[in-house]
Every structure is written in structure tokens, then in C-alpha cells.
């Protein structure tokens, strides 16, 4: 599989493949609780300002992106998605989330996996944690300094998130959900240093693929 950074020139392409994934997550009876003028309206919002990767199959496939705006507490102050959805502040989400030493905040954005795309490719389910942590690589490989100083948050259902967690992802719950397209979705949390920790302990494998060490 490959690594891909998706960049200005694949803004269309990005919307049609996230309007299509997510039509397959949440539509109900031919039903969508969203326009593909939704998406592309709030892609236009963040996607300039956007690490974004995606994955491919050899024959070309999209398989999965990820999205990853990352903000520097001393100095940018722009406002993150999860800060404008869920009226969090920065110092709330460092005191929520237990991680008063982070100086960094990179919110999870538009991650998508085709699963349908997977099956037609008879990739192993197994494999989507490869999937996983092949993005997580691409989004987090030019992070200078000690994992602790980056804290990971984004908003997620809570099927989602215990899944997470059994993978080794230590997400915390930063405050009460919000109730959108038929979803209770939560604001959530995880200190990079100690995903990193887990996987050092107990995936050694993995830990090696996405640090090379």
C-alpha cells in the first residue's frame, strides 16, 4: 500500500471520496443527513490549512484518509474544530484531558476507511489497523520533540471509541457529546507520549512501523 498526501490539487476528489464513505456510514432508507455541499462547505474551512493523507491500494484504490490540523498552544490561535463544535477552550481540553505539559493540539479530521473498498479487495479485517497506524505515521512523522508535548483530540461515537481503545489509543471523554446526523458523538482526548508507551510495551511491531525504532 501507499502513503499519499493529498494536496490542493485533490480537493475534489478528497469531498467525493469523504461524501461517499459517509454516505455509506450514515445513510438510513436512501436518507442522508447532509449535502455534498455540506461537506465541501466545511472542507473549504480546513482542508488549506490541513495535513492531510490518504492511503492506496496498488491498483489505485482510495482506501482511508485522515486529516490532521495541528495548533501550537504559544503561538496560533486559531480556534480548532472540536473547540467550535463542542465551546472547548484550549485550557479546558489541557485539564480535561490530564496533559497540562502539552504545548501542542492536532485535532482528527475527516477520517475515513472504505470498508466497503477492503472487502471488494479481499483485504483481511485484521488489516484495517494497519490501515490505522500506516496514517497515523504519515500525520505524525514530522513531529519534533517528545510525544508528551502532543495531545491528539477529535470527536467520536462511542462504538468507535472503545474500539480505539482496544487497539491501544488511551482516548479520554472531555466533555458531554452532541447529538448529530443520528449519532451521540463525543469530544475526546489522547496524549500521543502515552499511545506511544503502549505500543513500545505491548506491539513492539507496531511501535517499530510507525517510529522506526
Known amino acids: 500500500m501507499e502513503l499519499w498526501r493529498l494536496g490542493n490539487d485533490h480537493f475534489n476528489e478528497f469531498n467525493d471520496f469523504i461524501f461517499r464513505v459517509y454516505a455509506e456510514a450514515f445513510g438510513e432508507n436512501g436518507n442522508l443527513p447532509f449535502t455534498r455541499s455540506d461537506i465541501v462547505e466545511q472542507s473549504s474551512i480546513y482542508f488549506h490549512q490541513t495535513k492531510v493523507c490518504g492511503i492506496k491500494h496498488p491498483s489505485g484504490v482510495l482506501l482511508g484518509t485522515w486529516g490532521l490540523v495541528l495548533k501550537n498552544l504559544e503561538k496560533d490561535f486559531f480556534p480548532l474544530p472540536i473547540e467550535t463544535r463542542y465551546g472547548l477552550t484550549p485550557e479546558q481540553i489541557l485539564k480535561n484531558a490530564n496533559a497540562p505539559s502539552a504545548r ?23 488489516k484495517s489497523i494497519f490501515i490505522f497506524d500506516f496514517l497515523l505515521r504519515g500525520l505524525t512523522k514530522d513531529f519534533a520533540g517528545d510525544g508528551s508535548s502532543y495531545l491528539g483530540v477529535s470527536e467520536m461515537e462511542m462504538l468507535v471509541l472503545k474500539y480505539h481503545r482496544r487497539v491501544g489509543i488511551p482516548w479520554i471523554i472531555l466533555g458531554e457529546p452532541l447529538h448529530f446526523w443520528g449519532r451521540d458523538r463525543f469530544p475526546c482526548a489522547f496524549q500521543l507520549g502515552l499511545f506511544e508507551d503502549y505500543l513500545k510495551t505491548n506491539h513492539p511491531e507496531r511501535y517499530k512501523f510507525i517510529y522506526g525504532k
Do not use: S, V
Not at 493540539?105 to 479481499?122: H, M, P, S, V, Y
Open 104 to 126: 501542542y493540539i492536532f485535532n482528527g479530521w475527516r477520517t475515513a476507511i472504505d470498508k466497503e473498498a477492503i472487502q471488494n479487495l479481499n483485504i483481511p479485517k485484521q
